[in-house]
């Protein structure tokens, strides 16, 4: 019998639709995640070396493993509410040609409940999350106990893509890549689709559909209140967009919300003591 979560199974679910979409999902959350991490501290002179690092939503651990890999900090500990399978982990490093026999020493996971996160306070230099807090039910609340657990004068570094709104902001692109499917299709409709796509793997379906389903539809402005309110300042950001077609069915909603598919930002703590 599988060990595996319905999690997990749901993630090599979507991994596969995505690879069959010429999606590389190993080497890109490997590679070139950590990079544009880095590059995008490295550009205020921040360095993750001989840091301690929490990644917040870390999934499979993929961009923890190359994070480390690249940036070579003294400790990273990865935070989900689902237990990392560091064995399926250690797999897929080795069969896309990696020679990991073990974790790197310092890379570690920890299970989080809810938006308690298993760490003392003021224990991360820098925390960084990358395309979570799109799912987080609860953003402010889980920002402030980062906020708690976040040095004086740390840093947060955050990504979301995609965006709700936005193209492909209903994270169903395998199977709608014309995009906008939260827009177009009623809940039905989708289900249909997937459920057609995918004869005899209800449970994959299952597990997208909820996920589809409790996106938290947060927008850019929406993440910037949220971070007020957890007492962090956002100090650089980059809104990730592009040329974008839409239909006039779609003309009534903000072109900020259509457009903006995605966000990068810095963030740091205000003044205030976190447990205040």
Request: aromatic share 10%; hydrophobic share 40%; glycine share 8%.
């Amino acid at each position: 019998m599988s060990d595996e979560t319905p999690q997990s199974v749901g993630f090599r679910f979507l991994r596969q639709a995505q690879q069959d979409s010429d999606w590389p999902w190993f080497e890109e959350h490997y590679r070139e995640a950590p990079q544009q991490i880095v590059d995008f501290l490295a550009g205020d002179g921040l360095s993750l070396t001989d840091l301690t690092i929490g990644d917040i939503g870390c999934g499979d651990g993929i961009i923890d493993l190359g994070l480390f890999t690249l940036a070579r900090p003294l400790r990273l500990i990865g935070f989900d509410i689902q237990p990392t399978d560091t064995a399926a982990l250690l797999a897929d490093a080795r069969r896309a040609g990696h020679d990991f026999a073990a974790l790197p020493e310092g890379l570690e996971f920890r299970t989080n409940a809810g938006t308690s996160l298993p760490a003392d306070d003021a224990t991360f230099d820098v925390l960084v999350s990358w395309s979570t807090f799109e799912h987080v039910a609860d953003p402010v609340a889980l920002l402030r106990e980062m906020r708690r657990v976040l040095k004086p004068g740390g840093v947060l570094f955050l990504q979301i893509w995609p965006l709700y709104w936005s193209e492909h902001g209903s994270h169903l692109w395998p199977w709608y890549p014309e995009g906008y499917a939260q827009l177009d299709h009623d809940d039905d409709e989708i289900q249909r689709r997937l459920r057609d796509a995918e004869p005899g793997r209800e449970a994959d379906v299952a597990f997208v559909l909820d996920e589809f389903h409790h996106l938290n539809q947060i927008t850019a402005d929406g993440l910037q209140r949220a971070l007020l309110a957890a007492d962090l300042f956002v100090m650089k950001f980059e809104l990730l967009t592009g040329a974008t077609r839409i239909t006039r069915y779609h003309a009534r909603r903000p072109l900020s919300e259509l457009g903006i598919t995605g966000i990068k930002l810095i963030a740091v703590p205000g003044e205030k003591h976190p447990a205040s």
